[in-house]
């Protein structure tokens, strides 16, 4: 059991939480409150890939299931395009997160989901990329089994592949790339990450990796990778503004690149790859 949520709570910090039909804590008590949610029919919670933000690259099955929902939780990746595809009456509920707030947020959405799917209605967790891939997915997923919810999952296009591909990098490509490696850039303030497991892969995909750029090329320079190895910022990937930022590792741990996010970052060989793909 992780510690939030594990159970239900009424206390006065919770009070706007878990109104079910009218039936408010401050007009229940809280064994009366819980007994109501238990009689209800428990919804169901749809974990939702949203793919890399073009509408058009979401899956048949992701945008059929959007239709249908009663609730949508939405990150800040979700382009209007797709939240364009929900149910007209669906409640569509912003929870992106933001520096500093990551584990508020995160706690937000478990709440969120226990609240809406033990009040009987379908719940959409719609996330940028695939669910599963640096998503926090597998801990709502977790945290709905643990209160006796069904989860269905609805992969997305990640990202790490999808944006590459369309900017003319293919993470593979025979005697260039031979294996890939998908990475995040954001770790817990305080903490290193190491970067040497990562030193001999042909090709590395860093996601949310651009506020970190400069430390992220360092590490892996320090680690024995060339300051010459080519690099790729796409930023805005899949969309109209996509734009592709080309450097080397050297330039980009001095600080001499200039990236805005949201930005998926490549390096490796196959990056040379892209003055033959890219339109």
Not at 244 to 253: F, K, M, P, R
Request: glycine share 10%.
């Amino acid at each position: 059991m992780r510690d939030l949520p594990t159970k239900l709570h009424f206390g006065a910090k919770r009070r706007k939480h878990y109104f079910v039909h009218g039936l408010t804590p401050g007009r229940l008590n809280q064994q009366a409150s819980v007994q109501a949610l238990k009689t209800l029919k428990t919804g169901k919670l749809y974990l939702i890939g949203a793919g890399p933000g073009d509408a058009e690259l979401l899956t048949l099955k992701a945008a059929r299931v959007l239709r249908e929902c009663d609730v949508v939780l939405y990150d800040r990746l979700t382009t209007p395009e797709v939240l364009a595809l929900a149910r007209p009456a669906a409640e569509l509920i912003y929870v992106g997160k933001h520096d500093g707030e990551q584990e508020r947020e995160q706690a937000r959405i478990f709440e969120l989901i226990l609240e809406h799917a033990l009040a009987g209605r379908t719940v959409a967790r719609l996330k940028g990329g695939d669910p599963l891939v640096f998503g926090r997915g597998a801990e709502e997923w977790d945290v709905a089994l643990e209160h006796g919810i069904e989860v269905e999952l609805i992969p997305g296009i990640s990202s790490a592949i999808a944006v590459p591909g369309l900017a003319g990098i293919p993470l593979t490509f025979r005697e260039v790339s031979r294996s890939f490696a998908v990475v995040t850039g954001h770790w817990k303030t305080g903490t290193n990450m190491d970067w040497t497991p990562y030193a001999k892969i042909d090709t590395v995909v860093i996601l949310m990796g651009t506020k970190q750029r400069a430390l992220i090329a360092t590490s892996l320079i320090g680690v024995g990778r060339s300051a010459q190895e080519p690099v790729a910022f796409v930023e805005q990937g899949s969309m109209a503004e996509q734009r592709v930022v080309e450097s080397e590792l050297g330039l980009v741990a001095k600080g001499e690149v200039d990236v805005s996010g949201p930005a998926v970052m490549v390096v490796g060989e196959v990056v040379r790859q892209r003055r033959k793909f890219a339109k």
